[in-house]
């Protein structure tokens, strides 16, 4: 059970519980959340984030599978257990002022682009005209990285790469995890929706390719 913080309005934590458990339904429609993988987030207010519970089928998400997290990852108001990746969804609020919603799912796509990449340890997508999808992209000529980080169950090593990345003054839409799954966000759920299927469609149109031309 959810109790919710003074801070946070009964009606503010409905709106995100359901728009994260809606676009879970909707991702695992598509197979994007195998066998309860995945997790999604939404910041609550500037301490507090929503986030899934752990271990919950993605594709039948209601309200109560919904938990409230501090920026540091560690439950709030409940004694569910939060995703086990919460802290890169935190990290992403911390870091990216203009997150307002984070994504993370396990796609096919994903998961064998995430291998075929790790080497590079980046996609280099040039030439789609769907990168325009991703905010700020304005033309199919622009260079969209999006980094592959090697996978690892501490989730330190993982926050530490991103801020590396980050750090370096390099742009970032999206990670990939090697042999896991994409990560990324928008300042809203349209367009953290929006990033994550033109990625979808970027990365299977490279695997395309790479089939095609082998
Ligand atoms: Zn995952």
Redo the contacts with the bound molecule.
């Keep these: 059970m959810q109790e919710l913080p003074s801070s946070v309005e009964p009606a503010r934590f409905a709106l995100c519980a359901d728009a994260i458990a809606e676009a879970a339904r909707e991702l695992a429609l598509l197979g994007w959340t195998p066998a309860t ?3 999604f987030s939404m910041r609550v207010n500037e301490e507090l984030a929503a986030v899934t519970i752990s271990g919950r089928d993605k594709g039948r998400l209601g309200r109560e599978d919904i938990m409230l997290v501090d920026m540091a990852g560690h439950a709030v108001g409940t004694r569910a257990r939060p995703s ?2 919460t802290e890169l969804h935190t990290q992403a609020y911390r870091r990216l002022p203009h997150a307002q919603v984070v994504l ?1 799912t ?1 796609s096919r796509t994903q998961s064998v682009a995430s291998r075929l990449f790790a080497r590079e340890g980046v996609v280099r997508l040039e030439g789609w005209e769907l990168q325009k999808a991703i905010t700020g992209y304005t033309t199919h000529a622009s260079v969209l990285e999006i980094p592959v980080f090697p996978n690892t169950q501490h989730m330190p090593e993982l926050v530490e790469r991103v801020d590396a990345w980050l750090d370096a003054g390099k742009p970032l839409h999206a990670y990939l ?1 090697d042999g ?2 994409i990560y990324t966000w928008g300042a809203d759920m349209a367009e953290a929706r929006r990033h994550l299927e033109a990625l979808e469609f970027l990365l299977g149109c490279e695997l395309d390719l790479r089939r095609l031309s082998a």
Excluded: T, V
Aim: aromatic content about 0%; glycine content about 10%; charged content about 10%.
């Design positions: 993988s995945s997790n086990a990746e993370h396990h995890i896991h799954g």
